[in-house]
């Protein structure tokens, strides 16, 4: 019979692998193996750490049900979810507008409103004009775009989160025959991700705070285009660069434009192009092929 030590330890888990018949699970999980081998090496994991580690897994799965996920946001704070996006959209051509985070909050089933309509019912805030267009990454604009929207009050918190079965703050609509469209809303706020479970508790024991800067969600979809799911982010917020879901990006970013009429002051609005990608042939995307490989020494 073989021994094991620290490291030849490895090289046997991933032997045990090579009959899976699924070869991506296989590549997954290989790698996957590879790398928290190296990683309990690296720090020196003691059985009181893993212990903890495990206390914590178990946790989120407790406090997880329908209507929190707390495994989600373990991997939107650890910045997973958000790498996971980036590498999905690492073929997207030059020019087509970022994808953000789609987060909890998104629901199916928006109210379908008409251009210009108010998506804030009942909701105490600034008011603010939200216009812009919808073009092809060639510069086309692109009539009947399905634009579904979403945002927290300016309170910080979501329909969801303040028990308004309503679908407030939310909506959908469709880009013109110009590819415009236009709707009103209350400027949205920063705020803070649930921190009041095992994911908050580790936040504050790594010296991290739980805010997102202000945005609103969209969500964009037309027939021949790669659809689109991102987030509009307000200039001058303080937690632009440090959002708790790493969700933020540069070229999202706009500012609030001030305009009067006759001399009156009007709400303050945003404007946006959005840039959509035609959708690659099924043939054009290809399939990487999946590399075999079964030693830690062959990284
Ligand atoms: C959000 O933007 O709605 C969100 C994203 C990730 C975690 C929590 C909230
Ligand atoms: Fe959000």
């Known amino acids: 019979m073989r021994s094991l030590n620290e490291r030849t330890i490895t090289d046997e888990v991933l032997g045990r692998f090579s009959g899976a018949?699924?070869?991506r699970l296989r590549q997954v999980m290989e790698s996957l193996i590879r790398h928290l081998h190296e990683f309990a090496?690296?720090?020196?994991?003691?059985?009181?750490?893993?212990?903890?580690?495990?206390e914590f897994l178990t946790e989120?799965?407790?406090?997880?049900?329908?209507k929190r996920q707390e495994f989600i946001l373990l991997s939107d704070t650890?910045?997973?979810?958000?790498?996971v996006d980036l590498i999905a959209n690492r073929d997207k051509v030059k020019g087509a507008t970022e994808s953000s985070l789609l987060g909890p909050f998104y629901r199916e089933g928006a109210p379908e409103i008409p251009t210009g309509a108010n998506v804030a019912r009942d909701?105490?805030?600034?008011?603010l004009d939200i216009e812009g267009r919808v073009v092809s990454t060639a510069g086309e604009p692109i009539a009947g775009v399905l634009i579904d929207v979403w945002q927290a009050a300016p309170s910080g918190l979501y329909d969801v989160q303040f028990e308004d079965s309503t679908m407030n703050l939310r909506a959908r609509f469709r880009s013109d025959s110009e590819g415009r469209f236009a709707f009103k809303s209350v400027k949205p706020a920063s705020y803070p991700v649930p921190y009041d479970g095992p994911v908050g508790r580790m936040l504050n024991a790594l010296g991290r705070h739980p805010y997102r800067p202000a945005h609103i969600h969209f969500k964009l979809s037309a027939d021949g285009y790669r659809p689109l799911t991102t987030a509009l982010y307000i200039e001058g917020d303080k937690y632009l660069d440090s959002d708790a879901v790493f969700g933020s990006r540069a070229s999202?970013?706009?500012?609030?434009?001030k305009a009067t009429n006759g001399g009156r002051a009007k709400p303050d609005s945003i404007w946006f192009e959005f840039a959509l990608?035609?959708?690659?042939s099924k043939a054009a995307k290809g399939q990487k092929p999946i590399?075999?490989?079964s030693s830690v020494r062959g990284k």
């Open 123 to 127: 909701v105490e805030g600034e008011p």
């Open 78 to 83: 650890l910045g997973l979810s958000a790498l």
């Open 21 to 23: 018949p699924d070869a």
């Open 252 to 257: 999202l970013v706009v500012g609030y434009r």
């Open 277 to 280: 990608e035609p959708e690659k």
């Open 41 to 54: 090496r690296e720090v020196g994991l003691t059985p009181r750490e893993w212990a903890k580690a495990i």
């Open 291 to 293: 590399p075999r490989s």
């Open 60 to 66: 989120l799965g407790h406090i997880t049900d329908d």
